[in-house]
Nanobody, 116 residues
Framework: QVQLVESGGGSVQPGGSLRLSCAASGSFFYINAMGWYRQAPGKERELVAAITSGANTNYAHSVKGRFTISRDNAKNTVYLQMNSLKPEDTAVYYC??????????WGKGTLVTVSS
């Protein structure tokens, strides 16, 4: 089992920055990749960014150049640095852990609101 707890969400003006954190606990030695997804009102959940155990990264086209995903293996924590935020980035952001086999694990989500 893996438990994921997100933090760092909040309200920010357009052009601002936020850093999300996802602290993982439990048996995660078999986790292949971790990532961030988001879901805006009335829309489906979408991948924002992901990072594998080998530190390979993948980003949604809409956030490339603005968001950076990183992981601190010593702290079992994944971060999402979000810069140049736009109103369309407003969503609930979920941390995800994908094992080599079996179901994904999800955090409860943290709300990011970008508004003037």
């Amino acid at each position: 089992q893996v438990q994921l707890v997100e933090s760092g969400g909040g309200s920010v003006q357009p052009g601002g920055s936020l850093r999300l954190s996802c602290a993982a606990s439990g048996s995660f030695f078999y986790i292949n990749a971790m990532g961030w997804y988001r879901q805006a009102p009335g829309k489906e959940r979408e991948l924002v960014a992901a990072i594998t155990s080998g530190a390979n990264t993948n980003y949604a086209h809409s956030v490339k150049g603005r968001f950076t995903i990183s992981r601190d293996n010593a702290k079992n924590t994944v971060y999402l640095q979000m810069n140049s935020l736009k109103p369309e980035d407003t969503a609930v952001y979920y941390c995800n852990a994908r094992p080599y086999a079996g179901k994904d694990y999800w955090g409860k989500g943290t709300l990011v609101t970008v508004s003037s």
